[in-house]
C-alpha cells in the first residue's frame, strides 16, 4: 500500500521535530515552515499568505498543522496574523485541494480558566494535593473557558474546522495538547504540568492515530496528555474514539520546588 502523504506545519519546530522523529519514515512526509526541516522536503512560507503556502497542499492526504506562535502570552496581533489567519489559510488550502483531513494542534489553555479558578482542578494545579476529594468529573472536551487570546485563537481554529467537516466533509481532529518538555531530562516547573504533561512518545503516538483513524470519524475535539495520575482532563475520547494508549504517567511529585521557579507560570495568565 502506498505510504499517505502527510504535509506537516511547523515541522522545524518543538513537536513538530517529535513528528519528523518518531513518524517521518511511516508517511510520505514533507514540512510547511518558515525555516527548513533538516531530512524532509519543506515548503518555506508564511501561514498568513494563502497564495503562499497553497502549492504545498497538492497531493497531500492529511494536514498535520502545528504552525503557530504557542505562547500563550501571545499578542493579540500575533495570535490573529499567526493562529487564526494562518489556520484559516491552512483548511481553505486544505479544501481546495482535496485534503481528507486536518490534525490542529489545540491547547488545554481552551479551557485554561477551569483550572484556575474551580475546585478540585484549582488545588491539583496548586500542588495541593490533601485537600483534593475524588472522585471528580474530568473536564470535557466540549467545555470552552479561554484562558488567553491564544486560547481563544485555538478555539477558532476548533471552530472552523467544524465548519470545513459539516460544510465541505473535511475531516477534522484538534487535540487539545498538554505540555509537551524537553526530553530526556524533563522537569515539571509548571503549576498543572503534572496534570498536563505529554510525553514526546504519547504526543507521536495521538498524532499518528489522529492520522490514521477512518474518515468516518468526521470532526471530534480531545485532549492530549499522557496517562497522568493527577489529570483532570478527560482522554477517554480519545481513547475510544483514536485508540490512543498512552505509555506514560508523570507522577505526582514536582522535580523542583516549583513556587520558587523563574519559570513559573500559572496557567491563567
Ligand atoms: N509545546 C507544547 O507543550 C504545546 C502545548 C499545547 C499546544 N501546542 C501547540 O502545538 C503546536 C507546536 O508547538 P511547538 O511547541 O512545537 O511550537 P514551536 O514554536 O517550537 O514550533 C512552531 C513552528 O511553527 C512555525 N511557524 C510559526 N508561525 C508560522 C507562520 N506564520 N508561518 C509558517 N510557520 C510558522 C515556526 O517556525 C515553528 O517551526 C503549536 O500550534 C502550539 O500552539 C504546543
Ligand atoms: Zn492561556
Known amino acids: 500500500m502506498d505510504k499517505t502523504n502527510v504535509l506537516v506545519t511547523g515541522l522545524s519546530g518543538g513537536v513538530g521535530s517529535i513528528v519528523g522523529k518518531f513518524l517521518g519514515s511511516k508517511y510520505k512526509m514533507s514540512g510547511l515552515d518558515l525555516s527548513p526541516s533538516q531530512g524532509f522536503k519543506t515548503h518555506i512560507a508564511d501561514l498568513s499568505n494563502l497564495d503562499a503556502i497553497r502549492p504545498a497542499f497538492t497531493n497531500q492526504d492529511v494536514v498535520v498543522h502545528l504552525g503557530a506562535d504557542p505562547r500563550g502570552e501571545a499578542p493579540w496581533d500575533s495570535v490573529l496574523k499567526n493562529n487564526i489567519v494562518g489556520t484559516y489559510n491552512v483548511l481553505e488550502a486544505s479544501r481546495e485541494a482535496g485534503v481528507k483531513r486536518v490534525v490542529f494542534a489545540s491547547t488545554n489553555h481552551v479551557v485554561g480558566y477551569i483550572p484556575a479558578t474551580q475546585t478540585p482542578y484549582r488545588e491539583i494545579f496548586e500542588g495541593e494535593l490533601d485537600k483534593?476529594?475524588?472522585?471528580?468529573?474530568?473536564?470535557?472536551?466540549?467545555?470552552?473557558?479561554?484562558?488567553c487570546y491564544y486560547a481563544v485563537g485555538k478555539s477558532f481554529g476548533e471552530s472552523i474546522g467544524s465548519l470545513y467537516n459539516d460544510k465541505y466533509g473535511l475531516s477534522f481532529i484538534g487535540i487539545r495538547i498538554g505540555g509537551v518538555l524537553q526530553e530526556p531530562d524533563w522537569q515539571v516547573r509548571q503549576k498543572g504540568g503534572l496534570s498536563m504533561w505529554l510525553s514526546h512518545r504519547d504526543a507521536a503516538q495521538i498524532i499518528e492515530r489522529s492520522i490514521d483513524a477512518p474518515y468516518s470519524v468526521g470532526f471530534t475535539i480531545v485532549y492530549g496528555m499522557s496517562g497522568n495520575s493527577l489529570r483532570v482532563h478527560e482522554i477517554e475520547t480519545a481513547e475510544k474514539i483514536l485508540g490512543y494508549k498512552p505509555e506514560d504517567d508523570a507522577g505526582d511529585t514536582f522535580s523542583c520546588d516549583i513556587h520558587n521557579q523563574p519559570e513559573y507560570l500559572n496557567i491563567a495568565h
Open 132 to 147: 483534593v476529594r475524588r472522585p471528580f468529573p474530568l473536564i470535557s472536551s466540549n467545555a470552552v473557558r479561554p484562558c
